[in-house]
């Protein structure tokens, strides 16, 4: 069972370390809101300084491969915008 603190923290982690990811990709990862999300991107989130990312494979919030598929699918959508 994971902490309610897990959550921030795993996005932020994501944020940091797969940039590539939109935040619905990031949504549907770690079960958070698209708010939360966009508000610690743009460093706005109520507690980000007290924030420290963590690993949402740690936190059992994901699993490796599920990140790993997440970022291989926005990998393909970054190059296909660039080849338009």
Same mark, same amino acid.
């Given at each position: 069972?994971?902490?309610?603190?897990?959550?921030?923290?795993?996005?932020?982690?994501?944020?940091?370390?797969?940039?590539?990811?939109?935040?619905? =990709? #990031?949504?549907?990862?770690?079960?958070?809101? *698209?708010?939360?999300?966009?508000?610690? &991107?743009? +460093?706005?989130?109520?507690?980000?300084?007290?924030?420290?990312?963590?690993?949402?494979?740690?936190?059992?919030?994901?699993? =490796? #491969?599920?990140?790993?598929?997440?970022?291989? *699918?926005?990998?393909?959508?970054?190059? &296909?915008? +660039?080849?338009?």
């Amino acid at each position: 069972m994971s902490k309610r603190q897990d959550r921030p923290e795993a996005v932020l982690w994501l944020t940091k370390n797969c940039p590539q990811l939109s935040d619905g =990709q #990031i949504v549907k990862l770690v079960g958070s809101t *698209k708010k939360t999300v966009d508000l610690i &991107r743009n +460093k706005r989130y109520w507690n980000s300084s007290n924030l420290s990312a963590k690993d949402p494979v740690v936190s059992n919030l994901c699993s =490796q #491969i599920d990140i790993q598929n997440a970022t291989a *699918k926005a990998e393909r959508r970054e190059a &296909r915008k +660039k080849k338009e």
